[in-house]
């Protein structure tokens, strides 16, 4: 089985990517997504969160405050390297189980923007491909989901894409229309399709 990874910083368009190798016969796994179960599955690693950063991330009801977690994780790269040493173990353990599940002949894709910084992760994939796109282009196309200041926190703490671009077997540059990344995601998926 191919394991692949897309990776990228915030908006930069690795969930639309994902979506064509979805439709063309692949099966995603969105490591965001899992994040969230890993929370939801496991009480330890929310009072393991709530000890690390204070009860201010959670809600009324104590339930996460997901959006609340993520201002304090990316307000310094210490804090950002205390989530992960708490979510990073379960949420590997999850994906490694989630990837044993999948089944058919299409390979099987991580949606994962921590993929370039996340060693043990990238160590099991057979292949890496980064969407990156400029800076004002993401700003414009996920203004509405994020408020600027959100936005330029996390941008200021992921991995440039030139760091990320050393890491991976492609890049794809997402700047232009839709049609032109199907464009793109179509030459990949030949490539991913037939990697070994
Ligand atoms: P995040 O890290 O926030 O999950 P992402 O990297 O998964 O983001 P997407 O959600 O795929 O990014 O894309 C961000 C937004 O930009 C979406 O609304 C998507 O529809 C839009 N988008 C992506 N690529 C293009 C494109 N080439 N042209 C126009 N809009 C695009």
């Known amino acids: 089985m191919r394991l692949i990874g897309v990776t990228g910083g915030i908006g930069s368009g690795k969930t639309t990517l994902c979506e064509f190798f979805r439709r063309w016969g692949a099966q995603v796994i969105d490591a965001d997504g899992l994040g969230r179960e890993v929370v939801e599955k496991d009480p330890s690693v929310l009072k393991r969160l709530e000890v690390a950063f204070g009860r201010s991330i959670l809600n009324p009801d104590g339930s996460l405050n997901r959006r609340r977690l993520g201002r304090l994780a990316f307000k310094s790269s210490e804090n950002r390297l205390k989530l992960n040493r708490i979510v990073h173990p379960p949420l590997l353990k999850l994906l490694k189980e989630r990837i044993?599940?999948?089944?058919?002949?299409?390979?099987?894709?991580?949606?994962?923007?921590?993929l370039g910084e996340w060693n043990e992760l990238s160590a099991i994939l057979d292949f890496l491909i980064l969407v990156r796109a400029k800076k004002r282009t993401r700003k414009k196309r996920i203004g509405s989901r994020w408020s600027l200041r959100e936005i330029e926190e996390r941008m200021a703490l992921q991995l440039p894409a030139e760091e990320l671009a050393k890491k991976a077997d492609l890049v794809i540059d997402n700047d232009g229309s839709l049609k032109e990344l199907e464009g793109q995601a179509h030459k990949a998926w030949e490539m991913i399709s037939q990697h070994d």
Do not use: F, R
């Not at 044993?100 to 921590?114: F, M, R, W």
């Open 100 to 114: 044993k599940k999948t089944k058919g002949p299409g390979p099987v894709i991580i949606d994962a923007a921590l």
